[in-house]
């Protein structure tokens, strides 16, 4: 089952690998990924993250993963989709915002240097995995 999140996905052409992601990338760009951490809503917050990685396994361990913050009120609609660890994830970089990630509170593993942000815009495509 597949579930959109603002506005429709890209088309197939515009994907870029998350190993090169980076402030200078198009925002007319997006991400196919899966889910590999979830950190929950906080409503004090009112924020929700997500470690997405790269599809394909082989790809993860060379900058493969980026982490991906939303706030406000896409912080809301991802919470509320039902998202879980294992989903398949296409991500516009439309609207989002761009933070070097601290080397104290990196997430284990290799990931782009960068962590991405949303806020009130959104544009996100969630396949959910059947068990």
Not at 10 to 33: N, T, V, W
Not at 79 to 90: H, M, Q
Request: net charge negative.
């Amino acid at each position: 089952m597949a579930e959109d999140i603002g506005a429709p996905a890209p088309a197939s052409d515009s994907f870029i690998p998350i190993a090169e992601l980076q402030p200078s990338c198009s925002s007319a760009k997006a991400i196919r990924s899966v889910v590999a951490l979830l950190w929950p809503y906080s409503a004090s917050n009112k924020s929700i993250t997500l470690l997405l990685v790269e599809p394909d396994f082989r790809l993860r361990r060379n900058k493969g993963q980026v982490r991906v913050e939303f706030h406000g009120s896409s912080a809301k609609e991802v919470a509320s989709s039902g998202i879980c660890i294992g989903d398949e994830v296409v991500l516009s970089l439309e609207s989002g915002g761009w933070e070097r990630e601290e080397a104290g509170l990196r997430t284990p593993g290799t990931g782009v240097d960068w962590k991405l942000s949303f806020g009130e815009k959104l544009s996100m495509q969630v396949c959910y995995r059947d068990f």
